[in-house]
Nanobody, 121 residues
C-alpha cells in the first residue's frame, strides 16, 4: 500500500504561482511514474504532468512552459511548480503514483485526496 499526502493548493490571482507537493509513504518500491492530474467542475480528469523513475517528464500542452514537475527521490516527494497561472487552471489537483510489480504482473495506481487550486481575479 502506498499513501500520498498532498499540499500546496490555494487561491491565487492570474499570473501567480503555486507549488504543489506530494509525499509518498508505505510500499514505495517499484513506483515507475508519479504525476499530477487535475479535474475541473464538470470536466474529466486529465493528466497535467508526470515524471518517471528515470527522470523523463511529460506535460499537457496547456501547461507546457508554465509548469515544472520534479522529484526528490530521497524524500519520496514529487513537486509541481505552477507559474503564470490562468483561470482555466482552476481545478482539484490529484497526485498519482503508478506502481508496477512485474514479478507478480500487478499494476497499482494510488491517488491523493486532492488539493484545490483556484485562480481568479
Amino acid at each position: 500500500q502506498v499513501q500520498l499526502v498532498e499540499s500546496g493548493g490555494g487561491s491565487v490571482q492570474p499570473g501567480g504561482s503555486l507549488r504543489l507537493s506530494c509525499a509518498a509513504s508505505g510500499r514505495i518500491i517499484s513506483i515507475n511514474v508519479m504525476g499530477w492530474y487535475r479535474q475541473a467542475p464538470g470536466k474529466e480528469r486529465e493528466l497535467v504532468a508526470s515524471i518517471t523513475s528515470g527522470g523523463s517528464t511529460n506535460y499537457a500542452d496547456s501547461v507546457k512552459g508554465r509548469f515544472t514537475i520534479s522529484r526528490d527521490n530521497a524524500a519520496n516527494t514529487v513537486y509541481l511548480q505552477m507559474n503564470s497561472l490562468k483561470p482555466e487552471d482552476t481545478a482539484v489537483y490529484y497526485c498519482n503514483a503508478h506502481q508496477v510489480v512485474s514479478s507478480r504482473g500487478a499494476v497499482y495506481d494510488y491517488w491523493g485526496q486532492g488539493t484545490q487550486v483556484t485562480v481568479s481575479s
